[in-house]
């Protein structure tokens, strides 16, 4: 029997743009997508104007790593309603709500520090606060995608997402650097009232979000049986969420000050401090998530938490991913997530600061690698769309992630060519074309790996996966290129994709004999 999607025409699928699920998330793409760079790249511009040394510039990111462990809080999302809000909008609407609120609060109050002055202590806690909020829209956002369509329609829906996504990027990557620019602020005359009013203007952008949410359908497809409506439930999942929290952040905390001498005993062992760092800190990582474990277990024990909202909360949606593939497929298919994106995150995190060391300016990266990356981007992304519903998910997975290897050694071609236009456009047209079209297929791989019975906590699970180690080594992307300069950093990234080539080609495989 033919593939169903191979029948779909070239003009069938372009049609499928026009309906209303897949503009819908054009425009909570561009909501999604505005706090990323708010964290990374345009705040790093910032702290780096402010005289920040590169390294901890680098260590900001990791400010982003709610986005990878979002899982932990997403059953709150999926099943908690929240007062008067989810009576008025409905449960998912209500979240997103709530979400892009919290989203606008956090980029105020980053706009009312100066890290020249203030302490960094407080910008991080207030980018932590970003990226938590973030990623809590992020959670509901890629639940009401799935939710809001059938499985045919999610490829396009994903590129449409992209878009949105990519444009709210541009809004805050370009678009900062633009404002601050025109604001008054440079490498050379930093001014921190540009950088105040250039984060007060993406706070407002974020209106795009706020009236999207306002004015669409809750989804059609919710499965609301497992939803706690009873408020001891609603107490019992806060405090469980709240006292893990609590207990992960005291490990952190605690483990500072002898982080720091073990760290530098260890670099004099390994001659390595990077590694000694990245060690270090996946020990502490580790320590932190086995206090949680150990907290929700002792709730558990004592019966202050039921072990039946547990299960719901998290033990059955994971329950459910394994008996559908089994033990093996579900394990080398979490490992092809948590490693498909590794090459782009960790080159992602310190290439504005790459740009400008080769003495690019604020606005030639805003045109270069923001817009005409953007428009490349979702080239890449439409493209991929398309091409996932005529040949399947699988093979432009791969595709994707082959082009996105090679494309990071062309970054080794930059750094010898130095501040050269021409090649800073081969650059990003083939950077931008490959992670649009990777993203697209990659997505819609995701999606289509998801059970509506348990949308929310299994995509955040996916999600989150797929940023968690590629996120933990970007902090140290500083580190590394100061120890082995950019080419031999570029080189390394690219090595980084190969084995996820292998996990694709062995993942499909034994998706066929599934099948």
């Not at 709500?97 to 989203?103: A, D, F, T």
């Not at 805003?366 to 005529?390: E, H, P, Q």
Request: charged share 10%.
């Amino acid at each position: 029997m033919p593939n169903a999607t191979a029948q779909i025409s070239w003009l069938g699928s372009l049609r499928s743009f026009t309906r209303a699920p897949v503009i819908t998330m054009f425009f909570l793409g561009i909501s999604a997508g505005i706090p990323l760079l708010l964290i990374f790249s345009s705040l790093g511009l910032w702290l780096r104007e402010a005289g920040i040394e590169r390294a901890t510039v680098t260590y900001f990111s990791w400010a982003a790593l709610g986005y990878s462990f979002k899982f932990v809080w997403a059953p709150l999302v999926d099943k908690l309603p929240l007062p008067i809000l989810s009576k008025m909008l409905g449960h998912r609407r209500s979240w997103i709500l709530l979400s892009q609120l919290m989203v606008m609060l956090a980029i105020i109050l980053i706009a009312s520090l100066d890290p020249a002055v203030d302490s960094l202590s407080v910008m991080a806690f207030a980018a932590i606060l970003l990226g938590f909020s973030s990623a809590t829209q992020d959670i509901v956002i890629d639940a009401y995608r799935i939710e809001s369509a059938e499985s045919e329609l999610q490829a396009l829906i994903s590129s449409s997402y992209i878009a949105g996504y990519r444009i709210g990027m541009l809004t805050s990557g370009a678009g900062a650097l633009l404002l601050a620019s025109y604001f008054g602020s440079s490498i050379d005359h930093y001014s921190y009232i540009a950088w105040q009013s250039t984060y007060f203007s993406m706070a407002g952008f974020m209106a795009v979000g706020l009236v999207t949410t306002l004015i669409i359908n809750e989804p059609s497809r919710q499965v609301h049986d497992d939803v706690f409506h009873h408020r001891r439930e609603h107490i019992q999942l806060l405090i469980l969420f709240s006292l893990a929290v609590i207990s992960f952040i005291s490990i952190y905390y605690i483990s500072s000050n002898p982080a720091i001498q073990i760290k530098a005993s260890l670099a004099i062992t390994l001659a390595n401090p990077p590694l000694a760092s990245v060690i270090i800190e996946c020990l502490r990582l580790t320590l932190g998530l086995l206090s949680a474990w150990l907290v929700a277990r002792l709730l558990i024990f004592t019966q202050l938490i039921s072990y039946t909202l547990v299960s719901k909360s998290y033990i059955e949606p994971i329950k459910d991913f394994f008996l559908r593939y089994g033990w093996f497929l579900a394990w080398l298919l979490l490992a092809l997530i948590g490693l498909y994106r590794i090459s782009d995150i960790v080159l992602g995190v310190i290439s504005n600061i790459f740009y400008q060391d080769l003495g690019f300016t604020k606005p030639e990266i805003a045109s270069v690698v923001k817009t005409y990356g953007l428009i490349m981007t979702l080239v890449g992304g439409f493209l991929g769309g398309i091409l996932v519903l005529r040949f399947g998910v699988m093979r432009i997975l791969f595709i994707g992630a082959l082009l996105s290897a090679i494309t990071n050694l062309l970054f080794m071609l930059l750094a010898q060519t130095g501040h050269n236009m021409p090649m800073l456009y081969l650059v990003i047209s083939a950077d931008n074309l490959s992670a649009g079209l990777a993203s697209a297929a990659f997505i819609a791989f995701l999606s289509s790996l998801t059970n509506v019975s348990f949308t929310a906590v299994q995509y955040a699970i996916f999600s989150s996966l797929m940023t968690l180690l590629p996120k933990v080594l970007g902090g140290y992307s500083g580190s590394m290129v100061e120890s082995l300069g950019y080419e031999q950093f570029f080189f390394l990234t690219a090595l980084m994709g190969l084995p996820v080539l292998l996990l694709i080609a062995w993942s499909s495989k034994h998706l066929k004999l599934k099948n």
